[in-house]
């Protein structure tokens, strides 16, 4: 498993990816080549999966967004989640217990734009229904 060190690396990463490793260095008291070391190792060891863009300002402000859960053929539960997975507006897809199958987190630029894409989601072959909230306040994220 990851060390106490890891654990303080990947907490520091989470708030800011892109913060140098000479500042991490210096935050984690370590020397640079150590934590240079540490993330090649997450990285490898598949702890660190990848590095994202997170939108910020008034264009993540602009956008707007829902959970959308969906009711899915189980038959068609391939095909319906490669189909959800090509669509660029979601964010994350979730499986769930309970009367629905999927959650998926979608982001539009305005309110026809999220119209239009939960049609879409509802059209998909293999989607028996929908039920979508839209998400007023974002009160915090991590």
Known sequence: MISEQDEKLLNLL???ARMSITDLAK???VSRATVQNRIAKLE?????KGYRVEFGGDYAN???SAHVS???KQKLTTKTNLALKQMS??????AISGEYDLIAIVSAQNLEKLSHLLD??????GVERTTS???LETKFER
């Open 14 to 16: 989470r708030a800011d």
């Open 27 to 29: 935050l984690l008291s």
């Open 44 to 48: 490898q060891s598949g702890v660190i």
């Open 62 to 64: 602009a956008l707007v």
């Open 70 to 72: 969906i009711k899915v």
């Open 89 to 94: 507006n979601i964010s994350a897809l979730y």
């Open 120 to 125: 879409e989601i509802g059209n998909l072959d």
């Open 133 to 135: 909230s839209v998400i």
